[in-house]
């Protein structure tokens, strides 16, 4: 039997695939990080991640030092040095459509596949609609010289951005999609680091693995949009949603987790998956039984527009020359991914009613600027609020939960704040003269206020 490690591929170096592969370089495997882009590959060879990810860099530079990764754009290289390949390229939604974009993860494969002459595992790592994975595999027996010694698992991916390598290296579980025992035992072995930590392990079939991501990521999606729900009947009743919320999570059944009413989800997963399974549930002819994804995502887009609506009314009811400042534009604090931002999507929505709005982020600026130019960037929390005529916190980084509402009052022209996120101590800002409003709370200055203890049940830990 072969006792040499086990070398690793990985396919795609953006935020899963790169991740992917320092991790598995970090559990003591060669690896080899492959993607079309040169730039990235030239980057991430110099020891530098190309985004926003805490803790990454020093993975990254870690296993450098160790000579146990390199990047390449050669698939030839690729093919030949690896036992078992991770595909994790994206998967966006399709322009136009509600479907996911496969052109890439079909590329990567038949790359490979065409290339590979030996026996080999080719693991799909990324978000799929179902029935993928069993396409693929017949695809990939008929290109390849290995024909069907070449095999094909799913192995889906649950990090969150923010905690990439915490949820990478500890998961919650793994899931291995699999059609034999060689698959399951190449996918143990690579995995076995993980599994000695005691990590759950549902060995499936190739259709459940594939949809257990899109089933998460749904139930997630659904969960907040839940609780949105419950405040917009809450903003119609003078009853207050974080009170609700709270009282809701002391039932274990329920639990605190995804219950943070506010803005919304946004970024690069949840909105795409849950609209891509409905397109994939249609196609399969049983669209009514995910049907009500659509109504998560119609009310998670309505959270856009109310906090517009907020945010027109604090400043008098015409938004026009009032000078807005915009807290945050990434879809979640921790990162600086831009992509479907509900933060960002707010912005927009102010400047196109003719506010005119000052962005500040921590790490989204750059992002944020090349998504929508025509908004105005700055580099502080201090030059965005500068003369504003209403603040709107949008992203709750620390650094905005933390900011003194006595100093603020004195930079802003007027003490007026939406708490978009629900993130802020709304005693302290009315005790320091701001007019505060948060959506599904009633905004009298005698509204109930959570305990600290019930902030944090609430408080997911991304
Ligand atoms: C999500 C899932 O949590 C991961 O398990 C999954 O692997 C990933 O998608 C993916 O498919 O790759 P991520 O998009 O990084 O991870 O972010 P989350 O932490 O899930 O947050 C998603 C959005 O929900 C954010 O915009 C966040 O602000 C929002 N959110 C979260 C709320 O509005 N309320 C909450 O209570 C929690």
């Not at 649950?158 to 390598?165: D, P």
């Not at 659904?222 to 419950?230: D, G, L, P, R, V």
């Not at 994804?293 to 026009?320: F, S, W």
Request: charged residues 25%; negative net charge.
């Amino acid at each position: 039997m072969n006792t040499e490690p086990l070398r690793v591929t990985v396919i795609g170096t953006g935020y899963l695939g790169a991740t992917h592969a320092v991790c598995m370089a970090i559990l003591g495997y060669d690896v080899l990080g492959v993607d079309v882009d040169r730039e990235k590959i030239a980057e991430l060879s110099a020891g530098r991640v190309p985004f926003f990810e805490p803790g990454l860099d020093e993975k990254l530079r870690e296993a450098l030092g160790s000579d146990r990764i390199r990047f390449t754009a050669d698939f030839d290289e690729a093919a030949r040095f690896g036992d078992i390949h991770f595909v994790c390229v994206g998967t966006p939604q399709q322009e136009g459509s509600n479907a996911a974009e496969l052109a890439y993860v079909e590329s990567a494969f038949r790359e490979l596949a065409t290339r590979i002459d030996r026996k080999a595992l080719l693991v799909g790592k990324s978000t799929v609609p179902v029935g993928t994975a069993q396409r693929l595999t017949e695809m990939v027996h008929d290109v390849s010289p290995a024909g069907d010694e070449l095999e094909l698992a799913w192995n889906p991916e649950f990090l969150r951005e923010g905690f990439a390598v915490e949820d990478t290296l500890h998961p919650d579980r793994l899931v291995f999609g699999v059609t034999s025992e060689w698959a399951e035992q190449q996918l143990r072995a690579v995995f076995r680091p993980i599994l000695d930590e005691d990590t759950p392990l549902v060995v499936a079939d190739l259709a459940t693995a594939e949809l257990v991501k899109v089933a998460a990521n749904s139930f997630l999606a659904t969960k907040i949009s839940y609780i949105n729900a419950m405040a917009e009947v809450c903003e119609a009743t003078g009853a207050d949603v974080d009170l609700l919320a709270t009282a809701l999570s002391y039932d274990d059944r329920i639990g605190g987790r995804f219950l943070k009413p506010g803005l919304g989800f946004g970024g690069g997963c949840l909105p795409k998956d849950i609209r891509a399974f409905r397109h994939r549930a249609e196609e399969l002819g049983i669209g009514q039984s995910v049907a009500f994804l659509g109504e998560v995502d119609a009310i998670n887009i309505r959270r856009r527009e109310r906090t517009v609506d907020l945010v027109r009314e604090l400043a008098g009811g015409d938004l026009t020359g009032v000078r807005v400042a915009a807290l945050g534009a990434a879809f979640k604090p921790n990162s600086d991914d831009v992509r479907d931002a509900p933060a960002l999507d707010v912005a927009r929505l102010l400047y196109l009613e003719g506010a005119h709005v000052v962005v500040y982020d921590p790490e989204a600026n750059a992002n944020a600027h090349r998504a929508y130019p025509d908004l105005d960037y700055v580099d502080s929390l201090g030059d965005a609020t500068d003369g504003a005529e209403v603040v709107v916190l949008l992203t709750e980084w620390d650094e905005f939960r933390s900011a003194d509402p006595g100093l603020l009052g004195h930079i802003v022209a007027q003490r007026r704040i939406v708490d978009a996120r629900h993130a802020l101590d709304a005693e302290r800002y009315r005790a320091a003269g701001w007019e505060y409003r948060a959506l599904g709370r009633p905004d009298g200055a005698g509204a109930a206020q959570l305990t600290p203890h019930e902030k944090d049940v609430l408080t997911p830990p991304s």
